[in-house]
T-cell receptor
C-alpha cells in the first residue's frame, strides 16, 4: 500500500530538549511538507521541500529544522528554540512541487511539552 | 491579504438532513481549491480538488462546487459516519492557505 507514515504517534518532550519527528512516503512524490495544527487555527506551513537536498522555510519556521537527504524521507526537528511546540504535526506530500497539486497527509504526530 | 474563511464553524444535522458547508476565499492567483475530511486525532483525508469556476465533483453523498469567490461542499442525506471536521484550502503558485474548518456532527 502506498502512503505516508509518521512516527511516533505521540511524543513527549522536556523543556530544553530537541526532538525529531519522522515522515516517510512511498508514493514517489517529489515534494514534501510539514504543517502544524493548533485548535481553532488553520494548518500552518513550517517547511517544505520540492526536491532532494533542497528545502525552504514556510510561514512559521523559527525553532524548527529539516533535512531531505532521500526522496522518501523528510524528518522535522523541533529545537529548544521553539517557544510553544505543543501541537499536532502533519507531514504531507504531492506529486510535483508547488502548492497547486493535491497534497496527501500522513496520520500526524502529537507533541506535548512536559 | 490572502484568506480562506469557512462557515459555519460547527453544524449539527439530523441523519438525512441535507446541508452545505461554505468556503470563501481571497487567494490571489488561485489555481486549486482543495477539500479534506479530518477525523479527531488523524490526518486530513483528501476529498476533492477543483481547478476552475463552474467545476463540480461528487463522491458518494458529497458534492463540491466552485465559483470565483467561494466553494460549497454539499452533503446529501448525511449519515452519522459523515461526522468529522471538513477543511478547505486555496492553492496558488507559492502558497496554500487553509481555513479553520467546519465541525460537522450528524445525529442518528
Amino acid at each position: 500500500d502506498g502512503g505516508i507514515t509518521q512516527s511516533p504517534k505521540y511524543l513527549f518532550r522536556k523543556e530544553g530538549q530537541n526532538v525529531t519527528l519522522s515522515c516517510e512516503q512511498n508514493l514517489n512524490h517529489d515534494a514534501m511538507y510539514w504543517y502544524r495544527q493548533d485548535p481553532g487555527q488553520g494548518l500552518r506551513l513550517i517547511y517544505y521541500s520540492q526536491i532532494v537536498n533542497d528545502f525552504q522555510k514556510g510561514d512559521i519556521a523559527e525553532g524548527y529544522s529539516v533535512s531531505r537527504e532521500k526522496k522518501e524521507s523528510f524528518p522535522l526537528t523541533v529545537t529548544s528554540a521553539q517557544k510553544n511546540p505543543t501541537a499536532f504535526y502533519l507531514c504531507a506530500s504531492s506529486i510535483s512541487p508547488g502548492f497547486t497539486d493535491t497534497q496527501y497527509f500522513g496520520p500526524g504526530t502529537r507533541l506535548t511539552v512536559l | 491579504e490572502d484568506q480562506v474563511t469557512q462557515s459555519p464553524e460547527a453544524l449539527r444535522l439530523q441523519e438525512g438532513e441535507s446541508s452545505s458547508l461554505n468556503c470563501s476565499y481571497t487567494v490571489s492567483g488561485l489555481r486549486g481549491l482543495f477539500w479534506y475530511r479530518q477525523d479527531p486525532g488523524k490526518g486530513p483525508e483528501f476529498l476533492f480538488t477543483l481547478y476552475s469556476a463552474g467545476e463540480e465533483k461528487e463522491k458518494e453523498r458529497l458534492k463540491a462546487t466552485l465559483t470565483k469567490k467561494e466553494s460549497f461542499l454539499h452533503i446529501t442525506a448525511p449519515k452519522p459516519e459523515d461526522s468529522a471536521t471538513y477543511l478547505c484550502g486555496g492553492g496558488a503558485t507559492n502558497k496554500l492557505i487553509f481555513g479553520t474548518g467546519t465541525l460537522l456532527a450528524v445525529q442518528p
